[in-house]
């Protein structure tokens, strides 16, 4: 393996990579601003310029000094090369760079949302100087709605371009650039246009300073409060790896994680923006027939293991319709109990929406996938069809429920709901006319207000266990945030029904399934990397 020495120490890279990049995955930070691995490289910023002596090509053993300080983003690593990034010159340029960048920043960071996760403001502190040595007037430059989620504070841009080549090379829209030059420059959206493609809000993740900033977010919450819990998302079949940004059990944003084989930095607006069904329109008691009940957990299981055995005698008049938003493990722990009950009691699964075709965007320069808006808005489907697979028996299509309701079959249907109301109408009609309606739902639907009971239950965000994404791969995701009072996981409630000792838990569940031939959810945890985030933010955007 080729190796190099940074500043005293080893850095040992895998195939062709830039001495930033080398540093970066060896843990050793060299400042820089305008690179960002997900974008082409411009090397415009010139904090990460470095002193280097390379290896002569005629004779390898002898180190050349080159005499400039080169851009350690565009500069090729090479075995044998040293590399000084805090050599007095290169601290020289850092400085000298800060120096500049900081002429026009406004020193607004107690009001800046972006303070706390600012590498202006963590490089002012470790490469700047401590005092300014520019007493003219600052320019000023204004504040911009440039798009639906984005607002734009012009006078806190340092010009990396990096929201711009997002737009040229990721979302392929192309509404941003740079208008203006020296220091007039300044980043706008095209006259008549705004930023408003569905993948617009990861340039607030990818500038470096508060510049472009979150409307949804602006002024709710300091970032140091923040907790970030490591999630998988909802909201489609893509599985995209995400942070759950939370305080005092109340969620504030969700951020991408980066996943080299799933979502790499970036996620969509429907995903970062779409979850506000965690704190609104939850249903959080126990009803019948839309009427809220007083009752205990307790006697909430109660009522619903005696309504399901009610006509347990009757084999096959039970039926178990799954839905795609619960975990393998939910679904997994239902199934097992409906069939302990009545070894005939049908299965099924509600239909997750697709809304149109996947959406796929590309970079238009080298014709690369850079993200797939996936089109079935569902994340666990795969993980539901081999709950069916296993469990197998009598399973069947939503669209025959309805059939064997009228014909007398089925008496009794347990119905697990997504939070969305997605299959709200089509579920209502598949169970219509049934005896007993048993219902788990997040919010007040229209089946809600039909069941005979409707138990309040969790939102993903409030529980663990596993996805498994359009592609098949299978993740975890923890919990982050306490459940809403009075409601609990569908996993839970299951876990209690089917009687077994101590509190719900998906990992000992994952070890059911394996013992039962689901082998593929033996070895399931949180991959050591998602962790990283925690450590390395900036890097990981
Ligand atoms: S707005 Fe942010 S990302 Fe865009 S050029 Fe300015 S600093 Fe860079
Ligand atoms: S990070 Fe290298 S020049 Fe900007």
């Given at each position: 393996?080729?190796?190099?020495?940074?500043?005293?120490?080893?850095?040992?890279?895998?195939?062709?990579?830039?001495?930033?990049?080398?540093?970066?995955?060896?843990?050793?930070?060299?400042?820089?601003?305008?690179?960002?691995?997900?974008?082409?490289?411009?090397?415009?910023?010139?904090?990460?310029?470095?002193?280097?002596?390379?290896?002569?090509?005629?004779?390898?053993?002898?180190l050349v000094k080159v005499p400039k300080l080169v851009p350690s983003c565009q500069t090729p690593?090479?075995?044998?090369?040293?590399?000084?990034?805090?050599?007095?010159?290169?601290?020289?340029?850092?400085?000298?760079?800060?120096?500049?960048?900081?002429?026009?920043?406004?020193?607004?960071?107690?009001?800046?949302?972006?303070?706390?996760?600012?590498?202006?403001?963590?490089?002012?502190?470790?490469?700047?100087?401590?005092?300014?040595?520019?007493?003219?007037?600052?320019?000023?430059?204004?504040?911009?709605?440039?798009?639906?989620?984005?607002?734009?504070?012009?006078?806190?841009?340092?010009?990396?371009?990096?929201?711009?080549?997002?737009?040229?090379?990721?979302?392929?829209?192309?509404?941003?650039?740079?208008?203006?030059?020296?220091?007039?420059?300044?980043?706008?959206?095209?006259?008549?246009?705004?930023?408003?493609?569905?993948?617009?809000?990861?340039?607030?993740?990818?500038?470096?300073?508060?510049?472009?900033?979150?409307?949804?977010?602006?002024?709710?919450?300091?970032?140091?409060?923040?907790?970030?819990?490591?999630?998988?998302?909802?909201?489609?079949?893509?599985?995209?790896?995400?942070?759950?940004?939370?305080?005092?059990?109340?969620?504030?944003?969700?951020?991408?994680?980066?996943?080299?084989?799933?979502?790499?930095?970036?996620?969509?607006?429907?995903?970062?923006?779409g979850w506000d069904f965690i704190h609104n329109n939850r249903l959080q008691t126990p009803a019948?027939?839309?009427?809220?009940?007083?009752?205990?957990?307790?006697?909430?299981?109660?009522?619903?293991?005696?309504?399901?055995?009610?006509?347990?005698a009757t084999p096959g008049a039970t039926i178990l319709v799954l839905n795609a938003f619960d975990?393998?493990?939910?679904?997994?722990?239902?199934?097992?109990?409906?069939?302990?009950?009545?070894?005939?009691?049908?299965?099924?699964?509600?239909?997750?929406?697709?809304?149109?075709?996947?959406?796929?965007?590309?970079?238009?320069?080298?014709?690369?996938?850079?993200?797939?808006?996936?089109?079935?808005?569902?994340?666990?489907?795969?993980?539901?069809?081999?709950?069916?697979?296993?469990?197998?028996?009598?399973?069947?299509?939503?669209?025959?429920?309805?059939?064997?309701?009228?014909?007398?079959?089925?008496?009794?249907?347990?119905?697990?709901?997504?939070?969305?109301?997605?299959?709200?109408?089509?579920?209502?009609?598949?169970?219509?006319?049934?005896?007993?309606?048993?219902?788990?739902?997040?919010?007040?639907?229209?089946?809600?207000?039909?069941?005979?009971?409707?138990?309040?239950?969790?939102?993903?965000?409030?529980?663990?266990?596993?996805?498994?994404?359009?592609?098949?791969?299978?993740?975890?995701?923890?919990?982050?945030?306490?459940?809403?009072?009075?409601?609990?996981?569908?996993?839970?409630?299951?876990?209690?029904?089917?009687?077994?000792?101590?509190?719900?838990?998906?990992?000992?569940?994952?070890?059911?399934?394996?013992?039962?031939?689901?082998?593929?959810?033996?070895?399931?945890?949180?991959?050591?990397?998602?962790?990283?985030?925690?450590?390395?933010?900036?890097?990981?955007?």
């Amino acid at each position: 393996m080729p190796t190099m020495d940074v500043d005293g120490k080893k850095v040992v890279w895998d195939g062709k990579k830039m001495i930033l990049q080398a540093c970066l995955d060896a843990g050793m930070e060299i400042p820089h601003y305008c690179y960002h691995q997900g974008l082409s490289i411009v090397a415009s910023c010139r904090i990460c310029l470095v002193e280097i002596e390379s290896p002569d090509p005629k004779d390898p053993a002898k180190l050349v000094k080159v005499p400039k300080l080169v851009p350690s983003c565009q500069t090729p690593a090479v075995d044998g090369m040293k590399v000084h990034s805090i050599s007095p010159k290169s601290v020289a340029n850092q400085k000298a760079v800060m120096e500049f960048l900081l002429l026009n920043h406004p020193l607004d960071c107690p009001v800046c949302d972006q303070a706390g996760e600012c590498h202006l403001q963590d490089y002012s502190y470790q490469y700047g100087r401590s005092e300014s040595r520019f007493d003219e007037d600052k320019a000023k430059k204004p504040k911009k709605d440039i798009g639906k989620h984005v607002v734009l504070y012009s006078d806190r841009c340092i010009m990396c371009t990096r929201c711009v080549r997002f737009t040229r090379e990721i979302s392929g829209t192309g509404e941003l650039a740079v208008f203006g030059r020296g220091h007039r420059e300044e980043i706008d959206v095209f006259q008549g246009r705004s930023l408003d493609n569905p993948l617009s809000g990861n340039v607030i993740d990818i500038c470096p300073v508060g510049a472009l900033l979150d409307k949804d977010f602006l002024f709710t919450q300091r970032v140091w409060f923040l907790k970030k819990t490591p999630s998988i998302s909802p909201f489609s079949s893509g599985g995209e790896n995400i942070s759950i940004e939370h305080n005092q059990g109340r969620v504030y944003r969700i951020k991408p994680r980066f996943n080299a084989d799933v979502n790499k930095w970036w996620i969509s607006d429907d995903i970062r923006y779409g979850w506000d069904f965690i704190h609104n329109n939850r249903l959080q008691t126990p009803a019948a027939k839309g009427v809220p009940q007083e009752l205990s957990a307790a006697q909430s299981i109660g009522q619903l293991d005696q309504a399901v055995k009610k006509n347990a005698a009757t084999p096959g008049a039970t039926i178990l319709v799954l839905n795609a938003f619960d975990t393998t493990e939910e679904m997994f722990l239902a199934a097992q109990w409906i069939r302990r009950i009545d070894p005939q009691a049908w299965l099924t699964l509600a239909e997750p929406k697709i809304d149109g075709e996947d959406q796929v965007f590309k970079n238009p320069t080298t014709g690369a996938v850079t993200y797939t808006l996936r089109a079935e808005k569902a994340p666990n489907r795969r993980g539901a069809e081999k709950v069916l697979a296993k469990l197998a028996g009598n399973v069947c299509k939503l669209a025959d429920v309805q059939g064997k309701i009228k014909a007398g079959q089925i008496k009794t249907a347990m119905v697990l709901t997504d939070p969305f109301g997605h299959a709200d109408a089509s579920l209502q009609t598949a169970v219509a006319g049934v005896d007993t309606l048993l219902v788990l739902s997040t919010r007040p639907d229209g089946l809600v207000s039909q069941a005979s009971l409707a138990l309040p239950v969790c939102t993903w965000a409030e529980k663990s266990g596993v996805f498994e994404n359009y592609s098949g791969l299978i993740q975890a995701f923890k919990q982050a945030i306490a459940p809403l009072e009075n409601t609990r996981s569908t996993g839970s409630i299951f876990w209690d029904l089917m009687d077994l000792a101590g509190t719900y838990d998906p990992a000992a569940v994952r070890r059911m399934m394996s013992e039962l031939g689901m082998t593929e959810y033996a070895a399931v945890a949180l991959p050591e990397h998602h962790e990283k985030i925690e450590l390395m933010q900036f890097t990981d955007l």
